[in-house]
C-alpha cells in the first residue's frame, strides 16, 4: 500500500485519519460555530469536500503569518475555509469568497452570520472567473492571500485571475493537488489533474512566483496544497 510504513514494533501505520483527529484534539479547538459549518457541507452540492480542521488551522496561521488583510477565495461551498479566513484577517481584515452555486452561498451566508463574520466576508454568487475579472475591471484592492479551491479544471483561470488581483508579495494556495497520487498520472484523462498540472506548469514559468508544493494525509486521505509566493 502507498505510504505504509513500518514502527519499531513492526505493526504497520497507515491510520492518518487516527493521527490527524489526534492533532484536531489537541490542537485545533472548533466552536459551535465551526461544528455547525462542517456539518452543513452534507447540505451543499460537494460533501465532505470543506477542508479539514488541521488545514483549516494551518489557513489560519498561514494568513496570520503573511500579515494578510485582504483574502480571496475560489469556491466557498459551506464557508467552514471562509471562517478560518475571516478570524484569521480580524476585525479590520476583509475576504471575498466566490461560490457558484446560489444555494451553497445561502448555506455559507448563514454560517458566516453564526460564526460572527458576516461584516467581513462577501461572498458572490456566479462562475467565478466572470467575477474575478468583474473584480479587476472594478480596480479592486489587491488582495494578500489566495485560496483556489473550486472547480478543478479550472485553476490555470484561478491563478491568472488570482495574479491580475493580487500585490507584490501576496500568497496563493491551491488545494487539492495531489488527489491520491492522480496527478502523476496525466494521462488518465482527468481534467481536475490536467487543471492541477498546467496551474503548475504555470507557475514554474512564471518569473515573478516562488512556490514549492506540500503533500498531506490525514482525514482526507492523500492530498496537498501548492504554495507560491509573488515577488
Ligand atoms: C473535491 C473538491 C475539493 O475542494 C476537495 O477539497 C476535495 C474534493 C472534489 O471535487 O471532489
Ligand atoms: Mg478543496
Given at each position: 500500500m502507498p505510504g505504509m510504513r513500518q514502527h519499531s514494533?513492526?505493526?504497520?501505520?497507515?491510520?492518518?485519519?487516527?493521527?490527524?483527529?489526534?492533532?484536531?484534539?489537541?490542537?485545533?479547538?472548533?466552536?459551535e460555530a465551526l461544528l455547525a459549518a462542517r456539518a452543513s457541507g452534507a447540505e451543499t452540492t460537494?460533501?465532505?469536500?470543506?477542508?479539514?480542521?488541521?488545514?483549516?488551522?494551518?489557513?489560519?496561521?498561514?494568513?496570520?503569518?503573511?500579515?494578510?488583510?485582504?483574502?480571496?477565495?475560489?469556491?466557498?461551498?459551506?464557508?467552514?475555509?471562509?471562517?478560518?479566513f475571516a478570524r484569521a484577517v480580524g476585525p479590520e481584515g476583509h475576504?471575498?469568497?466566490?461560490?457558484?452555486?446560489?444555494?451553497?452561498?445561502?448555506?455559507?451566508?448563514?454560517n458566516?452570520?453564526?460564526?460572527?463574520?458576516?461584516?467581513?466576508?462577501?461572498?458572490?454568487?456566479?462562475?467565478?472567473?466572470?467575477?474575478?475579472e468583474r473584480l479587476a475591471e472594478a480596480g479592486v484592492e489587491p488582495f494578500d492571500l489566495v485560496f483556489i479551491d473550486a472547480d478543478k479544471p479550472s485553476n490555470p483561470v484561478y491563478l491568472a485571475a488570482a495574479l491580475n488581483l493580487t500585490r507584490s508579495g501576496a500568497v496563493i494556495v491551491i488545494d487539492n493537488v495531489v488527489r491520491h497520487g492522480e496527478v502523476v498520472r496525466p494521462q488518465s484523462g482527468n481534467p481536475a489533474v490536467a487543471g492541477v498540472r498546467k496551474a503548475v506548469?504555470?507557475?514554474a514559468a512564471h518569473p515573478d512566483l516562488d512556490a514549492t508544493a506540500l503533500q498531506t494525509v490525514g482525514i482526507k486521505g492523500w492530498d496537498g496544497f501548492v504554495i507560491a509566493r509573488r515577488r
Open positions: 514494533g513492526g505493526t504497520p501505520l497507515t491510520d492518518w485519519s487516527t493521527v490527524d483527529e489526534y492533532f484536531i484534539d489537541a490542537l485545533v479547538p472548533q466552536d460537494l460533501p465532505q469536500a470543506e477542508i479539514s480542521p488541521n488545514q483549516g488551522a494551518f489557513l489560519h496561521l498561514l494568513t496570520q503569518l503573511a500579515g494578510a488583510r485582504r483574502v480571496l477565495e475560489f469556491g466557498t461551498l459551506a464557508g467552514y475555509s471562509t471562517i478560518w475576504v471575498v469568497t466566490l461560490e457558484l452555486e446560489p444555494g451553497n452561498a445561502a448555506i455559507a451566508t448563514t458566516l452570520e453564526r460564526a460572527g463574520v458576516a461584516d467581513r466576508v462577501e461572498v458572490l454568487v456566479g462562475p467565478a472567473a466572470d467575477t474575478a506548469e504555470d507557475i
